[in-house]
């Protein structure tokens, strides 16, 4: 399973690394951002590094660590489910307005403070 890193403003490719393709996919993922996150940082330490990928980077070692690291921040994907899609109503509501009004694709994003009970 690769994980494809890239730098943000150019969309340069910095590295991948493969990890096993029959693990977890939040196994390890935690660790592994933590370390290149502090690789980053050591070399350029003024620089607000924002972590964004899919749902398994929703772990909880990770997003946790961010909240108490300067300048790191992350956007995940989540799988939806009742909460978070009342949650996101009024964004989706606006998208699709949006969408009838240009008659083209858009994409919007939403913010929210949101932790499972579980």
Not at 70 to 97: C, I, M, P, W, Y
Not at 104 to 114: A, D, G, L, T, W
């Given at each position: 399973?690769?994980?494809?890193?890239?730098?943000?403003n150019?969309?340069?490719?910095?590295t991948?690394?493969?990890?096993?393709?029959?693990?977890?996919?939040?196994?390890?993922?935690?660790?592994?951002?933590?370390?290149l996150?502090?690789?980053?940082?050591?070399?350029?330490?003024?620089?607000t590094?924002?972590?964004?990928?899919?749902?398994?980077?929703?772990?909880?070692?990770?997003?946790?660590?961010?909240?108490?690291?300067?300048?790191?921040?992350?956007?995940?994907?989540?799988t939806?489910?009742?909460k978070l899609?009342?949650?996101?109503?009024?964004?989706?509501?606006?998208?699709?307005?949006?969408?009838?009004?240009?008659?083209?694709?858009?994409?919007?994003?939403?913010?929210?403070?949101y932790?499972?009970?579980?």
């Amino acid at each position: 399973m690769p994980l494809h890193i890239y730098e943000g403003n150019s969309g340069k490719l910095i590295t991948t690394i493969l990890r096993p393709g029959r693990r977890h996919k939040q196994a390890n993922i935690g660790k592994l951002l933590k370390k290149l996150v502090s690789y980053i940082r050591h070399h350029f330490k003024n620089t607000t590094m924002i972590v964004r990928g899919d749902g398994h980077f929703a772990s909880d070692d990770f997003m946790d660590w961010c909240e108490t690291e300067n300048h790191a921040h992350f956007l995940t994907g989540l799988t939806g489910n009742k909460k978070l899609h009342e949650l996101s109503q009024v964004t989706v509501d606006s998208g699709k307005r949006e969408y009838q009004r240009a008659n083209n694709p858009v994409k919007f994003y939403h913010s929210f403070n949101y932790k499972a009970g579980s």
